[in-house]
Structure formats: C-alpha cells, structure tokens
C-alpha cells in the first residue's frame, strides 16, 4: 500500500499536525521527566531508562551505543518502529518516548510550531557511502527534472529530507514553482519501495543505504539525481530531547549524548567487516523476527561531523531553504534548535 499526496493538501496536512503536536507539547511540558507513561526517576533521581522507536533491520546509533556499553547505567525500552522522522520527533515531543530523531529541516519546522525540544546529536547524514539516490527503471524516459512533472516520486515520508532534496533538485534545475507542485511526492514503505518501482506503481524511488545497494545488486535501475550530488557530505539529521528532560535530567542527557558520540566513532574507525558483524549480532539478540540480510550493504551512518557534532550549515541551509518555501512562519535562532554541550567531541572542533 502506497499513499499519493498532492503538495497542496500536504501542506495543510503538515501545518495542521504541527499545531496539534505544539499544543499536546505544552500540555506535556509540566509532567514528571519520564513523560506520559514512563518508568521515570523516583523524586531526587534521574530518569536512566530511555523509550524509543527503532527501525526494522537496521541498527540505530543508539542501539549500537548501549551494546557497545557506552551508555553507562542506562537502558533503552524500545517501543515499537517507525519509517518516518517527523513522526520520531512529534513521539519525543509529546512524551511518548523520550527521545527521536529526524531531519533537520522537519525539528526546524516543529521547533517554530512550539515544540519545547532540542536537537543534541546528529546520528545519520550523506557521503559517498550513505546518500539518497532518486532511481527510475533503466528504460525509463525520465532523463531530466522538467521530465518528473507529473510523476510520482517514492518516498518513506513527506516533509522531511527525501521531499526536500526533491525540492531543491527541481529549484537548481529551473522549475518554477507552479512546476515544483504538479510533481507529486507519494508515500511508500522503504522496504516496498524497490518493488513499487518495478512494478510501474511509481515513476521514480528515492532509495538509501541498504535498500539502494540491495536494488542495485539485481540491476535494472538509473540514478537521476541524489543527495549527495547537491550537497555533498553533510550531517541531514538529529536526535532531539525535551527541554524539560534536559533540565530534570542533566547527568543522563550527557551520558546518553557521550554514548551516541562515541558509538558513531566506533562505527566509523572498526573495520567494516566487524561493525556489519555486531549489527547483525545486536539484530539477533533484540528477538524482532526481522530479515538481517540486508545489513550486509551496511556501509557508514554517513555523519559528518565528529562524533555528531552539530555544525550551524546542519540547520541555517534548511532555515533558508523552509523560509524560501514559504514554510516557516516564525524565525528561528540556531541556539533555539540545537546544543553541542553534551558532545565530547566538541572541544576537538573547536566549538
């Protein structure tokens, strides 16, 4: 199953869940520092058991850093898997789990909707190894951006990185704006998107990382354009906390942030041959029933900067991209959306 969105509708799709998202914030923000439902601190104590979402077949910076024991006393309590980062960081915000990650451009929109969080770490991004490439079959008539007018685009979510690269791909190549809107994003299941494509049920699939090396394996495909392309490496996203946990919970914001820091590190030094190794460890002893064998095509998070840490580019290219778009209706400062306070690797960059 697949879901077609025209832009229009998109937008007042989005707005419409920003505001929900920012009211049901404030109404969190005066909880306990576990948020609706948690395990959380007796008084006097900080919460050390953390909730989140993780992803089918893959392994998060912070699942690698909690098997590493990079987390010190604390836990993850995984509660379920998403395919959308918006949907991560609105969780984390209303305190269905304690923290999430998207891309940066979708925590600047929830940010200037009211969202009471932070961005802290950036855990994936784009280089040679990791990047989205938007795919079209190798007899596809698709050769340009003006070719794409019209078409369905393949995507895991709408409003967050794979719609925006799309955007500013048709930008540098001279669509205008009425042209950029009858370019229709559609959602589709990562894992489903590959077969979407074959099967003609879209016209082009945006594909990353393990899923586009699996389908270039059996052939058959074109890259029209990708991420890496247009901006070459660069961190895309962040893991946010709630300001609340931050300040209930100083110690454990450190340790978690240190743990992810160190873990992306690792993940970049190891040989690859050992990482792909403990990822498919880790997806064994989690006990999910999920397929493994694509974590062979593991190659890197893609994070640029080291250990995570968040540089002002992260944010200030898509403030200006969102303020283009017509998108941000409240400017933003970059103090308000992100800290390297709890990065270690800080000092080493001259932050």
């Not at 190798?138 to 690269?165: Q, V, W």
């Not at 990353?208 to 389908?215: E, F, N, P, Q, V």
């Not at 893609?302 to 998108?327: K, N, P, T």
Request: hydrophobic share 40%; glycine share 12%; proline share 4%.
């Amino acid at each position: 199953m697949f879901c077609t969105i025209r832009r229009k509708s998109k937008a007042l799709t989005v707005a419409a869940a920003l505001a929900v998202t920012a009211l049901a914030a404030v109404a969190c923000g005066s909880g306990d520092s576990g948020g609706p439902g948690s395990s959380g601190p007796t008084a006097g104590a900080e919460q050390t058991e953390l909730r989140y979402q993780g992803s089918v077949g893959q392994v998060t910076p912070a699942e690698l850093a909690a098997d590493l024991g990079y987390l010190g006393p604390i836990t993850l309590k995984w509660i379920g898997n998403t395919i959308s980062g918006p949907q991560d960081i609105q969780a984390a915000t209303t305190g269905d789990t304690d923290f999430g990650g998207a891309f940066n451009g979708a925590i600047i929109k929830l940010v200037a909707a009211g969202a009471p969080i932070k961005a802290v770490v950036s855990y994936y991004g784009v280089d040679k190894d990791s990047y989205i490439g938007y795919f079209v079959p190798a007899n596809s008539s698709i050769s340009s951006a003006r070719d794409l007018i019209g078409k369905k685009i393949g995507m895991n979510t709408l409003g967050a990185h794979l719609e925006a690269i799309l955007d500013a791909y048709l930008k540098k190549q001279g669509l205008s704006a009425e042209d950029v809107k009858k370019v229709v994003p559609t959602v589709v299941p990562p894992v489903n998107t590959e077969q979407s494509l074959r099967a003609g049920q879209i016209d082009v699939a945006a594909l990353g990382g393990i899923l586009r090396d699996k389908a270039l394996e059996r052939g058959g495909l074109r890259q029209l354009f990708s991420d890496y392309d247009l901006f070459g490496t660069f961190s895309a996203g962040s893991l946010v906390l709630r300001n609340d946990f931050i300040k209930k919970n100083p110690t454990t914001a450190k340790q978690f942030v240190e743990g992810v820091a160190k873990a992306l590190e690792w993940a970049k030094t190891a040989p690859r041959a050992e990482v792909v190794a403990r990822f498919e460890q880790i997806i064994d002893k989690r006990g999910r029933q999920e397929d493994k064998s694509a974590i062979k095509f593991w190659k890197s998070y893609g994070v640029a900067g080291q250990g995570g840490r968040i540089q002002d580019a992260d944010f200030s290219r898509w403030i200006d991209f969102l303020r283009e778009r017509g998108e941000l209706k409240k400017d933003v400062s970059l103090t308000d959306l992100f800290t390297n306070e709890f990065n270690p690797f800080r000092a080493a960059t001259g932050s």
